[in-house]
């Protein structure tokens, strides 16, 4: 008897196994009016802020919550929607000097490609997990090797919660991340910004956070 017992575990864990690695990614797609993008830099006198308009970040991504480190996604910035606070300077990054638009559409595009994430586990339901996110970063049609310090929750509502979300066109799971990385203007082959006699800081942060719904 007990060697059946034993037997029938032993199939239960098997089919288990068997059932979380055949598991399917799930396909997410980025929520716009809840994600933003926010670039930053240093200037004598002040810190530049660029937001994104509610319609100027888009993305997808593909994930198995049970192994997330096989993610698989890409977030795109329209510059031409991002907002500093002053007209002039807006206007101003789309030349020539930087990003150019004039000269090519794609111009206008930042782009984020997810390449590898380094987590420690699974997701877990309303747990936040910290990870590290590897991918090419476009800017100006110049791609780059980064690595960004993220920090991710994966929100898995009840039935009775995903049921009263379907007012507001949620879905029962999504997924948050807030991350930052950094590039430089030269590294994307952009001079660096000067007000009046004094340079702006070379270096850019880039600052997300992200809403991804599945579909």
Known sequence: MMAIRVFSLAIVMIGLTVSL???DPIQFKLLSG???ATFKTDAPLETIVGNTAAAGVTGMLTVDPARPREAKGSVMVDMTKVKTGIDKRDADMLEKTYLDVAASDANKLVTFEI???E????LEPGKEAAAKVSGILTIKQKPLSVVGDARVTWVK???EQAEAQKRFGFTPDNIKVRAKLGTTFTNHGMQVPQLLFLKVS???QI????TFVRQ
């Open 21 to 23: 690695v055949a598991a």
């Open 34 to 36: 809840q994600s933003r």
């Open 115 to 117: 390449k590898s994430v």
């Open 119 to 122: 987590i420690a586990g699974p």
């Open 157 to 159: 509502l009840t039935p």
């Open 202 to 204: 070379n270096e850019i």
């Open 207 to 210: 600052e997300t956070d992200l």
